[in-house]
């Protein structure tokens, strides 16, 4: 089913426009407060890169975050953004 909703985009960014490293980095929605944590904790987690800076992270894969953060970090992404079930009131 599609909901026109978006859990994550995944990007590759040049290091540097000189420059031809590349990183793949993928952006995830997050609470604010969790994402500023993160910011704080992880190097390789930034404020949304072309994203809502307050509700976005832009996660750099193969950096400093281990991969169980990082799947913990898509299922809050997806949780945020999951359609959520309506269930209609009784009336």
Do not use: Q
């Not at 990007?11 to 910011?39: E, G, Q, T, Y």
């Amino acid at each position: 089913m599609k909901t026109g909703r978006l859990c994550g985009t995944v990007a590759i960014k040049r290091v540097s426009r000189l420059s031809r490293n590349v990183k793949l980095c993928v952006n995830l929605k997050c609470d604010p407060m969790k994402a500023d944590f993160l910011r704080r904790v992880y190097h390789d987690v930034t404020a949304g890169y072309h994203m809502n800076k307050e509700h976005w992270n832009t996660v750099t894969i193969g950096g400093d975050v281990p991969e169980t953060e990082l799947y913990e970090m898509i299922r809050h992404s997806h949780d945020l953004t999951a359609p959520k079930i309506r269930r209609d009131m009784p009336g």
